[in-house]
């Protein structure tokens, strides 16, 4: 008795333990998944710092220290040599400023060297521009280091095989070593300049830069951002929009402010104090940039020494297939500078691709399918042309264009595009598109204040809302519009238009602007871009002026149908330096039209084309599998052993070797077999938890049995088997939907089995159920006794030929408990049968022709009731003396006394004949008053199910 | 059950063992014609919760509608994000009121609303006991869950269609026929305007499939109504949380709540579909999943309840 219980709380708590160590271990996969999801990239290189001091200037003799990181790929060694790039950082940069980009191309196989350039961080020297004889010899000594390095490849003693990368600041030392140096492979300059005279004093109507506009806003950051050592447009693309110290944060005014002067910053740079005014630039380039700030004009020794540090005179020198990567949201170096340099290293037959990203100076690295294309493209570049692996890139132009807000993250999206060849700035096509408006005077304010502005440098990703911020100056621009488009252009390169002007002084400096107009009149500058140009020689009268043409920079956009051009000219610009004088200078339209150039760039297919793919292939994967499923369902339908087991043809439920175990180890049934006949009404009995409800649950295919099989009429009986149509069932209490009456309840079932309405039987059954006009009521608000009735009636809905019910009188008064014992009787006739589990006693007796006792799981004894009451061998005594009775009876050999609650003797005889048990009482002296042979079933069930009868479900 | 006279004598011919069908099943028993779909329409349709929800997709925006009124006429220029951005054009228009109904209701309520129907359909039959009648009549455990989860399904559309019917009609009694506007596009013409509509609608139908998976999943694993819908929603809550989260990083995109607001990409112009189409391949993944385990539990489990 003892061990079956423990074991089977042993087993529970095994299995509840079992399933916490479930739970921990998926618990701890999924921890263990995202930790490795998440987990910070692979750490298969390694690094070495190191100061390099490094000779060059003129002559090569003027040592200077380099702070450099060198990145080596895990497997790189003397016997696995690799290949290596130079990775140079953006103006106001250091070599931590790459870092990502580092990281990234080491783990792609190749050595990558960076270094902080002489004049920042921690480097020593002074800042000579990308000067030949100063940075880019001392990129020239660190190609001599990599060579002499055991891990990286050489292509012959001293010439490593490497390539250049670098954006901005160093992707003009990209361009200009591999000028002066031809030892480089491959370059990858980014976002920089062919001029650099001309980037800081452009003119858009071809003059010199000597008569260009002073762009001031750029170049004081950069003054300012080179006296100490900040992180400026840096990297790959140069594209990360952090700020250099000292640049305003955003819509501040674009020359230094008051603590970021040169000078002005930490100064952690090794030459210690410096001439307060130059910072760490060198004497000469502080020179030339006091003349050009002080006037806002270029006098030629300052031109030619910005020269000296532009690609524009050495291009053709240049032997290393170029991928050139310009950005369109870019108002310091925009894409004219990259087109100059394309079209001056392929003059040779040099290797040259172009790419336009959406960012740029203004932009920063652009959205994430932009990035992702430059890395894609800069992988590929270096992996042929300078590990020799892959394909030969093509030739073919890319460029991309923003398509709007991204819905989930605010986001900018661009479109990628391509074309088989570079289409230059003109385009393969264009739009002619009139603009007309009258001649306007516009003045010229005072040292150029206020000023409109078109762009804020280092504005970042905000650079293109400027869209809508870029303000003119009433009374300081001339408006000429065209009319609303008939249909979208997309324009792809730099517009062309032609203005006249006239200026009392004969000169003047104007901004030209091109806007996108929609119909609900608000202008966008597409990427802040102005065109700025310097007029001389004008007449005092605009009907004397000759037209001029003015080449606007470069954009992609597309101006949409509905939409019109508006060509302004203004007088001021904040980026700019005017004249200080004011002017009232008189414009008018040109005699042609706004050419807008376009090309037909081809979509390229971005990764959502893959996912659209994934999608189409996820729904027919369902479909698909949803076929399988419904055939394999339908095949094991088919399957299904649908014989009638001949000899229970006709027999209403057997019951063989049934045995339920749950997951936790109990066993509620261990074995039960027992048949239930036509005409029968059987009676199932048991103590509480003896698995009477779990056979019954069995039996109506709500539970799968562990062991054993069910018939009904011979059918095999699973889970949902059809044959359970035959039985009509009450199974642990009636389930109504609580807010319909009980005949809705009624009708909603019988809907539920999609048979007949006239094959339920709805009068019969609400006659047993006797609820009178209750019955319209909703059922929530019923008795226990009323849903009884309600559930009964429900079992016989459709007349069932087996009928089980599971304690049917429950809730019910005596009068309603004899009638329904009639109705059972009744029930059972004509080939039908009623199963009937109660604890309940006397029911069973007074209703059952037939009984099955259950205990612990167990049968203990079936068969007619009166068979089962007749087993019973014990007899009632009442006697005179009780007590003196027991000791007698104990005396006698085999008879019992049992226990009983109400202190009458109930004796067990055992085979002793019941008058030489009175004999032996009498002789004893004690009178017996009656004798009564205990045939009730009570007697009958105490003796099977034994003595304790708790109940088998706290075994 | 005074003087029934059931049993014998009308038992017998009517129902008796004559012609049983196949699997021996009882007359005029099939198991596809079991609890029939308009059978379990009509169940639902009873139900007060059904009747509330419904009722209420009806008032929400006439609600909004008339807090609308109540709109002073100073603008403190809240322009921040497409939330305000919304607001502040709801009233130019049905369509755009419609819109801005749909936003509001979009994280929460139609989220709750659709867990509600899928959520309480199983758990609450198990609730009432009224399952294992079900179960016994019987009705195949598979069919069983098909009905109740197509019904459910109508029942989350129909609440999706009659919020937003409602605010179009209303919203156009009120404002007007007007072009669709928004912050992120150019106006669009009514027309192209209820297309998008519908497509920010069918987007929002696709996401909540998510919801209706996961209530349903947990319906048929528990007996309580109560805390499958919520359960449901408190998930979805949870990954709502976790997708505020920039550190999560890529892990986010798993989150099935990450792309729940991709149908704005849908009022852009040219219309962005990236996100919408990652968004319904994670929304029917994860739905799918949920059915999946829905039905292997259920058709394997002990009803107990």
Redesign the interface.
């Given at each position: 008795m003892r061990s079956p219980l423990s074991g089977a709380r042993v087993r529970r708590v095994l299995s509840t333990r079992r399933r916490i160590v479930a739970a921990a271990v998926v618990v701890v996969l999924l921890a263990a998944a995202?930790v490795w999801?998440?987990r910070p990239g692979g750490d298969g290189f390694r690094t070495e710092f190191a100061p390099l001091t490094v000779r060059s200037g003129p002559a090569g003799d003027e040592p200077v220290d380099l702070d450099t990181t060198l990145y080596l790929p895990g497997d790189a060694s003397a016997a696995n040599r690799v290949p290596a790039v130079l990775l140079a950082h953006g103006f106001g940069g250091t070599k931590d400023s790459v870092r990502a980009d580092a990281e990234d191309l080491v783990a792609r196989g190749y050595a990558v060297l960076t270094w902080t350039a002489r004049g920042f961080g921690r480097s020593g020297g002074q800042i000579h521009l990308d000067n030949p004889d100063y940075e880019i010899r001392d990129a020239q000594r660190l190609l001599d280091w990599l060579a002499d390095r055991p891990e990286i490849r050489t292509d012959s003693a001293g010439d490593p095989r490497v390539g250049v990368v670098g954006g901005s600041y160093g992707g003009g030392l990209a361009l200009l070593l591999a000028a002066q140096d031809q030892r480089v492979d491959a370059i990858v300059p980014m976002i920089t300049w062919n001029d650099l005279s001309r980037a800081f004093l452009p003119e858009s109507t071809g003059r010199p830069a000597t008569d260009g506009v002073f762009k001031k806003g750029w170049a004081g950051i950069f003054f300012g951002g080179g006296g100490n050592a900040g992180s400026g447009p840096a990297g790959i693309g140069g594209t990360s929009a952090a700020l250099p110290e000292g640049a305003p944060a955003s819509a501040g005014p674009p020359s230094p402010g008051p603590g970021a002067g040169p000078g002005s910053g930490p100064g952690r740079g090794p030459t210690g104090a410096a001439d307060p005014s130059c910072g760490r630039f060198a004497a000469d380039v502080c020179a030339a940039y006091l003349r050009i700030a002080t006037t806002g004009r270029a006098d030629q020794a300052a031109v030619d020494l910005l020269r000296r540090s532009s690609p524009a005179g050495v291009l053709d020198r240049i032997k290393a297939p170029t991928l050139l990567v310009q950005g369109e949201a870019d108002t310091l170096f925009p894409l004219a500078e990259a087109d100059a340099n394309a079209r001056g290293i392929a003059a040779t037959g040099t290797p040259v691709r172009i790419a336009w990203f959406t960012g740029g100076h203004d932009g920063g690295a652009g959205p994430q399918t932009d990035s992702d294309r430059v890395k894609f493209l800069t992988a590929q570049w270096l992996d042929h042309y300078v590990k020799g692996a892959g394909a030969a890139p093509g030739n073919d132009f890319t460029f991309s264009r923003i398509?709007?807000?991204?819905?989930?993250d605010?986001g900018l999206?661009a479109t990628g595009y391509r074309t088989t060849d570079y289409p230059g700035l003109a385009g393969t096509a264009r739009r002619e598109v009139a603009v007309t408006g009258p001649a306007q005077p516009v003045a010229n304010p005072p040292n150029g204040n206020p000023a409109a502005i078109s762009s804020v440098p280092f504005a970042g990703a905000l650079g293109s809302l400027l869209d809508g911020v870029a303000g003119d100056i009433p009374g300081q621009h001339a408006r000429f519009e065209s009319a609303p488009l008939d249909e979208a252009v997309d324009v792809v390169g730099a517009p062309t238009v032609r203005i006249r002007a006239a200026s009392p002084t004969g000169e003047a400096v104007l901004f030209v602007k091109l806007y996108d107009v929609?119909?609900?009149g608000a202008a966008a500058l597409p990427d802040g871009l102005v065109a700025p140009v310097r007029l001389t020689g004008l007449p005092k009268s605009v009907d004397a002026a000759t037209p001029v043409e003015v080449t606007m920079p470069g954009i992609v956009r597309r101006i949409?149908a509905g939409h019109r051009l508006r060509v302004v000219v203004a007088t001021s610009d904040q980026a700019y330096t005017t004249p200080a004088e004011p002017t009232v200078y008189t414009v008018a339209a040109g005699d042609g039209p706004l050419t807008l150039p376009t090309v037909a760039g081809e979509p390229i297919p971005?990764?959502?084309a893959v996912?659209?793919w994934?999608?189409a292939g996820?729904?027919a994967a369902?479909v698909v599998g949803l076929v399988v499923v419904v055939l394999l369902?339908r095949r094991r339908h088919r399957r299904q052993d649908?014989s009638?087991h001949p000899e229970y043809a006709g027999v209403p439920l057997v019951v063989r070797d049934l045995r339920k175990e749950?997951a936790d180890g109990f066993v509620a049934v261990s074995h039960v077999d027992f048949e239930v006949h036509p005409g029968q009404v059987m009676g199932l009995l048991g103590p509480n938890g003896a698995g009477k409800t779990t056979t019954l649950?069995v039996l109506?295919?709500?539970?799968?049995p562990t062991a054993g099989e069910i018939y009904?009429?011979?059918?095999r009986l699973v889970?949902?088997?059809?044959?359970?149509?035959?039985?009509g069932?009450l199974?642990?209490?009636?389930?109504?939907?609580?807010?319909?009456s009980g005949l809705?309840n009624l009708k909603?079932?019988w809907?539920?089995?999609?048979?007949?309405a006239a094959?339920a039987?709805f009068e019969?059954?609400l006659?047993?159920?006797?609820l009178g006009d209750s019955v319209h009521r909703k059922t929530r608000k019923y008795s226990h006794g009323m849903r009884q009735?309600l559930a009964i009636a429900?079992a016989?809905l459709?007349?069932?030929?087996l009928l089980v019910l599971d304690e049917p009188t429950d809730g019910l008064d005596p009068p309603?408990i004899a009638?329904?014992r009639r109705?059972l009787q009744?029930?059972a006739?004509?080939?039908?049968a009623v199963l009937v589990s109660s604890h309940l006693l006397a029911e069973v007796e007074q209703t059952c022709t037939h009984a099955v006792v259950v205990n612990k799981g167990r049968i203990v004894a079936s068969g007619p009731v009166e068979e089962i009451v007749g087993e019973s061998p014990s007899v009632l005594f009442e006697v005179s003396d009780p007590e003196a009775a027991r000791t007698v009876l104990d005396r006698l050999d085999g008879v019992r006394v049992l226990p009983d609650g109400d202190g009458q003797l109930v004796v067990d005889t055992n085979g002793t004949a019941r008058s030489e048990v009175v004999a032996e009482l009498v002789r004893a002296g004690i009178g017996v008053d009656r004798v009564v042979p205990r045939r009730r079933l009570e007697d009958a069930f105490l003796a099977l199910v034994g003595e304790n009868s708790r109940g088998s479900g706290d075994r | 059950?005074?003087?029934?006279?059931?049993?014998?004598s009308?038992?017998?011919g009517?129902?008796?063992?004559g012609a049983?069908?196949?699997?021996?099943?009882?007359?005029?028993?099939?198991?596809s014609?079991?609890?029939?779909f308009a059978?379990?329409f009509?169940?639902q349709a009873?139900?007060?919760r059904t009747q509330l929800a419904l009722g209420f997709m009806v008032l929400l925006p006439i609600i909004i509608l008339i807090a609308f009124q109540f709109e002073s006429g100073d603008d403190d220029g809240n322009g921040r994000?497409?939330f305000a951005s919304l607001a502040d054009l709801a009233t130019s228009g049905g369509l755009n009121f419609t819109l801005f109904s749909i936003l509001v209701s979009a994280s929460f309520l139609l989220v709750v609303v659709v867990a509600l129907f899928c959520g309480d359909t199983v758990a609450s039959e198990a609730s009432?006991?009224?399952?294992?009648?079900?179960?016994?009549?019987?009705?195949?455990?598979?069919r069983l869950l098909t009905v109740k989860l197509v019904v459910a399904l109508a029942y989350s559309l129909l609440a999706l269609l009659l919020l937003a019917g409602t605010a179009l009609l209303a919203g156009t009694l009120r404002y007007g026929w007007s072009p669709l506007r928004s912050q992120?596009?150019?106006?669009l013409a009514p027309g192209e305007g209820v297309l998008r509509l519908l497509a920010v609608l069918g987007y929002l139908a696709v996401v909540l499939l998510v919801v209706a998976g996961l209530a349903f999943l947990l319906s048929v694993t528990t007996d309580a109504a109560l805390g499958a819908v919520g359960g449901a929603v408190l998930l979805w809550i949870l990954s709502s949380i976790l997708d505020q989260i920039t550190a999560?990083?890529?892990?986010r995109d798993f989150l099935p709540t990450?792309?729940s607001?991709?149908?704005?990409?849908?009022?852009?112009?040219?219309v962005?579909?990236?996100?919408v189409?990652?968004g319904?391949?994670s929304a029917?993944?994860y739905a799918?999943l949920f059915w999946a385990l829905a039905y292997w539990r259920f058709t394997?489990k002990?009803?107990?309840s």
């Open positions: 995202l999801l998440a398509a709007g807000f991204d819905a989930l605010r999206v929609d119909p609900n949409e971005t990764t959502a996912w659209r994934v999608l996820l729904l369902i369902a649908r009638v749950y649950r109506m295919g709500l539970t799968q009904v009429f011979g059918h889970p949902g088997s059809p044959v359970l149509s035959r039985i069932a199974v642990e209490g009636p389930g109504f939907l609580p807010h319909l809705e909603a079932y809907r539920a089995t999609g048979r007949p094959d039987h019969q059954a006659e047993i159920a006797g009735r429900q016989m459709g007349l069932p030929e309603q009638e329904m109705v009744r029930y006739t004509g080939g039908r | 059950m005074a003087g029934s006279s059931v049993g014998a009308e038992g017998a009517s129902s008796g063992a049983p069908g196949t699997g021996g099943a009882a007359r005029g028993y099939r198991p014609a079991t609890l029939p059978a379990e009509r169940r009873s139900r007060r994000g497409e009432w006991g009224s399952l294992r009648y079900l179960l016994a009549v019987p009705v195949p455990r598979a992120v596009a150019a106006e999560l990083g890529a892990l990450h792309y607001s991709a149908w704005l990409g849908l009022l852009s112009t040219p962005q579909t990236d996100d189409v990652r319904a391949i029917i993944s799918t394997r002990d009803v107990t």
